[in-house]
Each structure stands twice: as C-alpha cells, then as structure tokens.
C-alpha cells in the first residue's frame, strides 16, 4: 500500500513563503503524475499543480508566478515552493501521486496552510 507523507505547512503572513513536501513510499521513479491540491473551508478540492515524472509542470491560474512545483523522482518527493502568500490562499494541502504501474491515484493527508497577519 502506497502511503504519501506531507510536511511543511503552518501559519505565515502575507506575502510570505511556505515550502510543502511529500513523500512517498515505494520504488524510486514509481509516479508518473505527482502533484498538489488544495481545499478551503466551504469550498470543493481544487488543483494547485502537477509535474510529470519527465519534469513537465501544470498550474492553476490563481497561482501562476508565485507557486514552484518540483520533483525528485530517486526519492519519490514532491514539493511546493509558495512565495507571495495570499489570505486565499488558506487551504488544506493535499499531495497526489499516480502510480506509473497501474495508474491508481493516492492521496497525503493534508497539511494546513495559513495565511493571516
């Protein structure tokens, strides 16, 4: 069972910078899509970003320009760079990671994110 760990979130004031990692277990490059979704209080999950196991990137529009999505594929690790932090953008953070093997879709716990001064 693939398990997906998150660290990194916590409270910072706007304009500020926060980095999110995740980790997952299994056999190095395992994930062809690995990526970041977010969800607000009264509002549905929604995507932040993605990177292939090639290295390519996706963004949602909010967060285009200040949002770095990486990857290490020898580790299996995605991470979050969040620069310019906005009171919106407060979420839970959920790390996703799609197995290369049969394509099933894994999901992190969640950290919080929040931004408030």
């Known amino acids: 069972q693939v398990q997906l760990g998150e660290s990194g979130g916590g409270l910072v004031q706007p304009g500020g910078s926060l980095r999110l990692s995740c980790a997952a277990s299994g056999s190095p490059y395992s994930f062809a899509i690995m990526g970041w979704y977010r969800q607000a209080p009264g509002k549905e999950r929604e995507l932040v970003g993605t990177?292939?196991?090639?290295?390519?990137?996706h963004y949602a529009d909010s967060v285009k320009g200040r949002f770095t999505i990486s990857r290490d594929n020898a580790k299996n690790t995605v991470y979050l760079q969040m620069n310019s932090l906005k009171p919106e953008d407060t979420a839970v953070y959920y790390c996703?990671?799609?197995?290369?093997?049969?394509?099933?879709?894994?999901w992190g716990q969640g950290t919080q994110v929040t931004v408030s001064s």
């Open positions: 990177v292939t196991i090639g290295g390519s990137t």
């Open positions: 996703n990671a799609v197995q290369r093997s049969s394509y099933s879709n894994y």
